[in-house]
């Protein structure tokens, strides 16, 4: 089974960058779709961005279009997530997740979580 550590968070100005990272650990990581969610205080957790086990099948939320890329390297057993331009509403907890069903964009499509990655915007 797989395990999920995310890393890069950190507070940035906004219209800045941040690059997220997920290890994964296990040697079946190139089987798993991942995908990255997030969490700001008092809401639900939310989709952000996921990618098939070849990384051919990529969707986003509407919110981070054109601004977050989400690429993964199998032999590295890494996902990441590159944030540009971000805005204060991007401020949460990330979460890296990983299944090996169908590639979904919903929380209850994931069964392995990782612990988060805090990401602050300051304006």
């Known amino acids: 089974q797989v395990q999920l550590v995310e890393s890069g968070g950190g507070l940035v100005q906004a219209g800045g960058s941040l690059r997220l990272s997920c290890a994964a650990s296990?040697?079946?990581?190139?089987?798993?779709?991942m995908g990255w969610f997030r969490q700001a205080p008092g809401k639900e957790r939310e989709f952000v961005a996921a990618?098939?086990?070849?990384?051919?099948?990529?969707k986003y939320s509407d919110s981070v279009k054109g601004r977050f890329t989400i690429s993964r390297d199998n032999g590295e057993n890494r996902v990441y997530l590159q944030m540009n331009s971000l805005k204060p509403e991007d401020t949460a907890v990330y979460y890296c997740?990983?299944?090996?069903?169908?590639?979904?964009?919903?929380?209850?499509?994931?069964?392995?979580w990782g612990q988060g990655t805090q990401v602050t915007v300051f304006s």
């Open positions: 296990g040697r079946t990581f190139a089987r798993y779709n």
């Open positions: 997740a990983a299944d090996r069903r169908r590639l979904l964009v919903v929380v209850q499509g994931y069964d392995l």
């Open positions: 990618l098939n086990w070849s990384g051919d099948t990529i």
